[in-house]
């Protein structure tokens, strides 16, 4: 066993040792594939490296298994937006368009649904209150 290539010592020491480059219109190359007993599974694309690395990361990061498959790391389940937004958090996507990316990163507008269910619990929780 001896010192690694330049290829990959180089990406070691810069960042993660894989690399995911976006679609061709800018967009996150993410996307969620059906598969057998109506499971779904969320597949990222266009992978470079170290894809059984990405794959150990990606799971831990959603908390879910996952396989290297036909070049492309599944996970399962519907994560696309947690898988978004660890790519960007982990540095390792290129040709995503900057609208894009600031869709992906962690607080933008999905957040704003569950405020409003949080808001009804505690209307129902006044109500309970003023019944005692």
Known sequence: SGPPPPAAASA????????????????FPVSIEPRAKGKKVTVVHNVTGDLEQLCKDLKGAVGSGGVVRDGNVEVQGEHVPRTEAFLMKK??????SGANKAAAQPGAAKEAKPQKSI??????????????
Not at 12 to 27: F, L, R, T
């Open 119 to 132: 808001a009804r619990l505690d209307a129902k929780a006044v109500a309970l209150k003023q019944k005692q």
């Open 12 to 27: 070691a020491a810069n960042g993660p040792p894989y690399m995911v480059m976006g679609s061709k219109k800018g967009g």
């Open 91 to 96: 540095g390792c996507i290129k040709g995503v």
